[in-house]
């Protein structure tokens, strides 16, 4: 498609995807710049309102295939928690809870290294036992 010369003015065609094109509003403008707010200070607003850091959990869950158990963060122990592989130690130190050992094969869970955050998790898959910091050991949310 070309464009039409009438009465020496140019003029876009009437169809097709061309037809679509035209210049930008003062509207399109604020749009614009609203999304672009938008964009980059909700983050900073939604982290804020959760406190703005991680926060130091209390304590950790420990689920296995049999049930699970709370531990306080507070009090230096080594705990032995049984899965369906064999027996897995978890090290509670400074705050910080540690895989220390498990029987699984790749020594994933081992590698994760110490957490102390609230939500951070050690899993160990192929034993079933995971390790989660929580907050204050009760309930986070209630629904209705």
């Known amino acids: 498609m070309r ?17 679509l094109l035209r210049r930008p509003t003062i ?3 604020c749009l614009l ?16 309102a959760a406190g703005g850091t ?14 699970s158990s709370i531990i306080s963060l507070k009090n230096d122990a080594t705990h032995i928690v049984e899965g369906p592989l064999g027996a897995a130690k978890i090290i509670i130190e400074d705050g910080y809870a540690r895989m220390e050992s498990a029987p699984c ?3 994933i869970c081992e590698a994760m290294g110490p957490i102390k955050n609230t939500g951070e998790t050690i899993l160990c898959l192929p ?4 390790v989660r910091v929580t907050g204050s050991g009760g309930l986070d949310a209630v629904s209705r």
């Not at 464009?3 to 037809?19: I, M, N, Q, Y």
């Not at 991680?54 to 049930?67: F, H, Q």
Request: proline content about 5%.
């Open 127 to 130: 034993n079933r036992i995971s």
């Open 105 to 107: 094969p790749l020594k």
């Open 27 to 29: 509207w399109d403008i």
């Open 54 to 67: 991680l926060k130091a959990g209390s304590y950790i869950e420990v689920r296995t295939v049999d049930g």
């Open 33 to 48: 710049i609203f999304l672009l707010f938008v964009t980059f200070t909700a983050p900073r607003i939604l982290i804020g």
């Open 3 to 19: 464009w039409v010369l009438r009465e020496g003015k140019d003029h876009f065609p009437t169809s097709g995807a061309l037809s």
